[in-house]
């Protein structure tokens, strides 16, 4: 599909808004961020960003295609690892400048790490919490899904200090 | 708090991705998108993103401070319309550069344009589509909460084109 003629123009806030056309918008590295959650549990599985052909790949074949920003390249979920995402809805908010991805995802997990989601850690928050050094993470997930170095074999990690 | 204090430094891709460390890495613009779920139906209700200072405000206070991009400024989740986001529970992703919100939304409600969900609109997708022109989105919620002209009376809309 060519997102020149899927995508429409951006002419008013309220056709943006509360209209039907689709008129997605990208920053000014040509990017939307992409919020992917598991259709059945809820669960927010990762947080990624797609460019016009990745969003139009998407839309095209039912599976989850992003861009990366480290391989600045289109990233075909799960090519590699088999994990693929399958999109069992796909939303656009009100302004269109993110999507949502609601998938069933073969294979049971999308962190690189190897757990079921990338958010397998809990921050602490609110009144009563007094902290004067970095604030201590709590592990959700403790039981990984796969081992990174047999799904990854020599491949660099994306994760940036 | 102090972010200086309460934010670690990131020393190595294992300290951060399986560390205990609150550690989080702000872009060059000194943000981390924020993905906002409501805590019982697990609804995407909105995707924004926070400086040092909004993340902090949030662990501090258990409820969502957000950067307004348009405004250049500390966004208190509600402080005009009521709709304050309570955390329910926070958690930070493998390379800690997004954080994930489940909140409860006091008047239910998180959408400027009135509805619940930012995401109100389906994108249509998968093989079998066929277009040469502009999707056409289909409505997944049909009343608005509340009325926007009543709730920000004479304040700009954020949406930008």
């Given at each position: ?81 088999g ?29 690189h ?5 990338c ?10 919490l ?32």
């Open positions: 599909m060519d997102p020149e003629k899927i995508f429409g123009p951006r002419l008013t806030v309220e056709q943006v808004e509360e209209g039907n056309d689709l008129a997605p918008r990208f920053d000014a590295h040509g990017l939307i961020p992409a919020v992917t959650t598991d259709f059945e549990s809820g669960e927010l599985l990762m947080h990624g960003f797609m460019n016009k052909e990745a969003l139009a790949l998407t839309i095209e074949t039912g599976e989850a295609h992003y861009f990366s920003r480290s391989r600045q390249a289109i990233w075909h979920k799960g090519a590699t690892s994990l693929v995402q399958k999109i069992r809805e796909l939303r656009i908010d009100d302004d269109q400048d993110c999507v949502w991805l609601r998938v069933d995802v073969i294979g049971g997990a999308s962190c790490v190897g757990y079921r989601s958010f397998y850690r809990k921050v602490p928050s609110g009144p009563g007094d902290a004067d050094a970095p604030l201590e993470l709590e592990f959700t997930e403790t039981e990984k899904v796969f081992d990174p170095e047999v799904v990854y074999p020599g491949v660099e990690n994306p994760t940036k200090l």
